[in-house]
């Protein structure tokens, strides 16, 4: 009996998708529930398994194609799988080559250059031929641009000023990568983006961790880093300056009695951002548990739609990749953003003392529409100080 194999219903405000990768050909044995085809779309990849075990009989839309909820993918022939001949048919062919007499040894590709490549040198224009010899260039390693693939005068300059062959690839930006050049350039042309910047000695946060690591691990299953106290003390301060956890809708200033925060994550694919519904609610471990989380599922390709939508605030790690200082961009429709970098070590001056501590500098961009620079530099200074004394997080100070 035959099946048609459709485009599953798509996630909400989703309207059409790309076929990324058919895992399967026309005419392959598949089983149930196995993956045939990867659909792209904006923000994640959606699989789609096999409804029954048979032979793929017929694909209808090809890898790149754009399709919609419902439309046809391809064709299956349900019945049962056989195995075995499949395993005896791999088999037979090594059989089959060890029985063959060799075949007679044709002239490699490299064999071939070299016994042509006086010919070659030959039939280079004079002024070509020329630049070859004292540059001790092998015409055979210059592609040529002219009639027939000659190659001219200027492929040879080119070769030589440019230390050898310059190549290009065109490729064409993913679902995912043209989503995010849209929204990055949408925050441009729509919000009036500025950025303060502050700095933070985590010398008691490192001590913090560096002391309960080992506990904190065994009791929770999870490790501790770093993100779960910035996001702590990021609710503390969107608690304070509610402004910066607001959203700007037309003429209308939303403001969120909440903190979904979203934790921008690195991927093969380019960058999501995972929420953390009511931030403010969860508690240091509970934190680092659904970061580990969203981080996997990201990664993986397995992450919901629904995990990528909403959030009010945003915060970024470059540090991770190195980065001293950044100006993050907004995730928007939010108003601000919070960037995390690189902790070096450097000397600072502590009670009229020289003294060498752990320093990281945090960046808030925020919608200058919306949030003054007094809101702005007082929500920093409110990251500042929970994070050089994580004890004010505890007593709710």
């Keep these: 009996m035959s099946i048609e194999i459709k485009v599953p219903n798509l996630p909400e405000s989703v309207s059409d998708a790309t076929i990324a990768k058919w895992h399967k050909k026309a005419g392959d044995s598949i ?43 391809g064709i299956l022939e349900e019945g049962e799988v056989e195995q075995a001949p499949a395993a005896e048919e791999k088999e037979q062919p090594a059989e089959a080559t060890a029985s063959k007499p060799e075949p007679k040894q044709t002239p490699t590709a490299s064999s071939e250059k070299t016994s042509s490549g006086s010919a070659g040198h030959a039939d280079l224009p004079p002024a070509a031929r020329r630049l070859a010899a004292e540059n001790d260039v092998n015409p055979q390693e210059v592609e040529g641009t002219g009639r027939g693939g000659r190659i001219t005068k200027g492929d040879m300059l080119a070769h030589i000023k440019g230390g050898g062959a310059r190549p290009e690839e065109r490729v064409k930006m993913s679902r995912l990568r043209a989503r995010i050049a849209e929204r990055m350039k949408e925050a441009q042309n729509t919000a009036a983006i500025l950025t ?24 929770h299953g999870v490790k501790l880093g770093f993100m779960s106290f910035f996001v702590k003390a990021a609710c503390e301060a969107l608690h304070k300056h509610p402004v910066v ?3 700007v809708d037309g003429d209308e200033v939303i403001y ?12 093969d694919r380019g960058l999501l951002v995972p929420v953390l519904r ?10 680092e548990a659904g970061i580990a989380d969203y981080a996997t599922k ?7 739609l629904e ?3 909403g959030g009010t605030f945003t915060i970024t790690n470059g540090g991770v990749f190195g980065s001293l200082l950044s100006t993050p961009l907004l995730n928007m429709p939010q108003s601000a953003i919070l960037g995390m970098h690189t902790i070096k070590e450097r000397p600072i001056a502590v009670n009229g003392e020289v003294v060498i501590r752990p320093m990281m500098y945090i960046a808030l961009s925020y919608d200058h529409r919306i949030i003054d620079g007094k809101d702005a530099v007082q929500f920093l200074v409110s990251i500042k100080e929970s994070l050089e004394d994580p004890a004010r997080l505890l007593l709710d100070l």
Excluded: C, W
Aim: charged share 25%.
């Design 196 to 219: 303060s910047f502050n700095e933070v000695d985590l010398s008691e946060v490192m001590a913090l961790r560096s002391r309960y690591k080992d506990a904190f691990q065994e009791k």
């Design 31 to 73: 089983t149930r529930d196995e993956n045939l085809v990867d659909l792209e779309t904006d923000k994640v990849v959606l699989e789609v398994p096999a409804p029954a075990s048979g032979i793929l009989k017929e694909i209808k839309q090809a890898e790149g194609e754009t399709v919609t909820e419902g439309q046809l993918l």
């Design 245 to 247: 956890n607001a959203s």
């Design 278 to 287: 009511n931030a403010q609610r969860l508690g240091l471990a509970e934190i």
């Design 256 to 267: 969120h009695g909440y903190q979904d925060i979203g934790i921008a994550v690195s991927t």
């Design 298 to 304: 990201a990664r993986q390709g397995t992450i919901g």
């Design 307 to 309: 995990d990528l939508q």
